[in-house]
């Protein structure tokens, strides 16, 4: 299963770890959004069916992240072929939690992280620019047997937010990035349990 990679620079090495690696999400008190985009196809089967179903595949690792930002900079505001369709995908705090739990970084021991079910990675935060932030953004890794858990059991609901999504590049490429920051959801910090931020939010 193949490793997330960035190939940008990350923030300078200063401030308190739990400043520069903390998840920064869209909660409430037993959800949490994360984000990802799709082909056509995939995001209206998945909107139909309430969840992903095929043409989805569960036969490799998906890449689930909390940051609607650092998605928006990935895809380039859902102009890369294949990621067109841009989902807000809410799941259970728990799901989340469990997935975490399970996660191994990318950064970290080789062989413990090949045997992993869980991926997480840490990248450069992302402003609607484009530009790199002096924090990091979480990035999450399923594997085969997690995909399905995610799919079939932790999701609570789909939004497609292409449209607005496409209206706020439009506003980004403007100059006007605060208009278009109106158009997405707020990110906060997010309460992870100490056992999980000590093991994880560290590069």
């Not at 196809?41 to 095929?54: T, Y």
């Not at 999701?155 to 990035?177: F, H, K, N, Y």
């Not at 278009?180 to 999980?196: K, M, V």
Request: aromatic share 8%; net charge positive.
């Amino acid at each position: 299963m193949a490793q997330q990679r960035s190939s940008s620079r990350g923030p300078a090495a200063s401030g308190r770890a739990s400043d520069l690696y903390a998840v920064r999400a869209d909660f409430d008190d037993s959800t949490i959004v994360v984000y990802q985009a799709y082909a056509p196809a995939i995001a209206d089967a998945a909107l139909r069916a309430g969840r992903f179903v095929a043409p989805f595949s569960f036969r490799r690792m998906t890449w689930i992240k909390p940051s609607l930002p650092w998605l928006l900079h990935r895809s380039n505001w859902g102009a890369k072929a294949g990621q067109e369709r841009v989902l807000a995908v809410r799941i259970t705090r728990a799901g989340w939690e469990q997935a975490l739990a399970a996660g191994e970084l990318t950064t970290g021991d080789q062989q413990r992280l090949a045997a992993a079910e869980v991926h997480v990675q840490w990248d450069p935060e992302r402003s609607l620019r484009g530009a790199a932030l002096n924090h990091y953004s979480i990035q999450v890794g399923l594997g085969r047997e997690t995909v399905r858990r995610y799919a079939e059991e932790w999701i609570v609901g789909l939004t497609d937010l292409t449209p607005q999504i496409r209206r706020a590049a439009e506003l980004v490429r403007a100059g006007r990035a605060e208009q278009a920051r109106r158009l997405l959801p707020d990110e906060r910090r997010y309460p992870l349990p100490a056992d999980l931020a000590a093991r994880l939010c560290r590069s």
